[in-house]
T-cell receptor
Framework: AQSVTQPDIHITVSEGASLELRCNYSYGATPYLFWYVQSPGQGLQLLLKYFSGDTLVQGIKGFEAEFKRSQSSFNLRKPSVHWSDAAEYFCAVGRQTGANNLFFGTGTRLTVIP | KAGVTQTPRYLIKTRGQQVTLSCSPISGHRSVSWYQQTPGQGLQFLFEYFSETQRNKGNFPGRFSGRQFSNSRSEMNVSTLELGDSALYLC??????????????FGSGTQLSVL
């Protein structure tokens, strides 16, 4: 069965500092992996996705993520955080075929301090 | 292009009542998925509709149902509401269903409170 673990419930970083949000997944085959961001009162916006190929994926808003099969991880990174990045971040895994049903992690809330 | 529109934005119901939520996908999108978001359980998949057919269903009781119309608009219904049904219900649309390649576009959700 698929599952996603985001071990950090809440992270606080200073503006301009680097960021890494952790995500570990469990899936029997090569998964589809996603990172979504949710601002308060809003729906989810896709930051980036990994299906195959290059394990370093570039996304919107300066985010990137690296797929590491040996560690079952798909960590999200940003070299310099902006105050507007404060939000909740969700990692998700999807099956390669079949449906648009994603399994989401419980999310990591990011606070950015000036 | 307009985004995914969910109505109403907020809803307050009492236990035992039923509720219908509406989702209008992005024009041209034929797949609509529904998710429930709660602080305790996070985001959980409810079901997906494509071309008026339910393509996949999550692990929710039969009180949760949905349908999709010929214009791709979708509704979900929850009967006999329970306190635990209080949640943000998110709808997401995409061009196709099941390819895994398609980006999901989420609406802002309907916040349901059950008293």
């Amino acid at each position: 069965a698929q599952s996603v673990t985001q071990p950090d419930i809440h992270i606080t970083v200073s503006e301009g500092a680097s960021l890494e949000l952790r995500c570990n997944y469990s899936y029997g085959a090569t998964p589809y992996l996603f990172w979504y961001v949710q601002s308060p009162g809003q729906g989810l916006q896709l930051l980036l996705k990994y299906f195959s190929g290059d394990t370093l994926v570039q996304g919107i808003k300066g985010f990137e993520a690296e797929f590491k099969r040996s560690q079952s991880s798909f960590n999200l990174r940003k070299p310099s955080v902006h105050w507007s990045d404060a939000a909740e971040y969700f990692c998700a895994v999807g099956r390669q075929t079949g449906a648009n049903n994603l399994f989401f992690g419980t999310g990591t809330r990011l606070t950015v301090i000036p | 292009k307009a985004g995914v529109t969910q109505t109403p934005r907020y809803l307050i119901k009492t236990r035992g009542q039923q509720v219908t939520l509406s989702c209008s996908p992005i024009s041209g999108h034929r797949s609509v998925s529904w998710y429930q978001q709660t602080p305790g359980q996070g985001l959980q998949f409810l079901f997906e509709y494509f071309s008026e057919t339910q393509r996949n269903k999550g692990n929710f009781p039969g009180r949760f149902s949905g349908r999709q119309f010929s214009n791709s608009r979708s509704e979900m219904n929850v009967s006999t509401l329970e306190l635990g049904d209080s949640a943000l219900y998110l709808c997401a649309s995409s061009w196709t269903a099941g390819s895994g390649y398609e980006k999901l576009f989420f609406g802002s959700g309907t916040q349901l409170s059950v008293l």
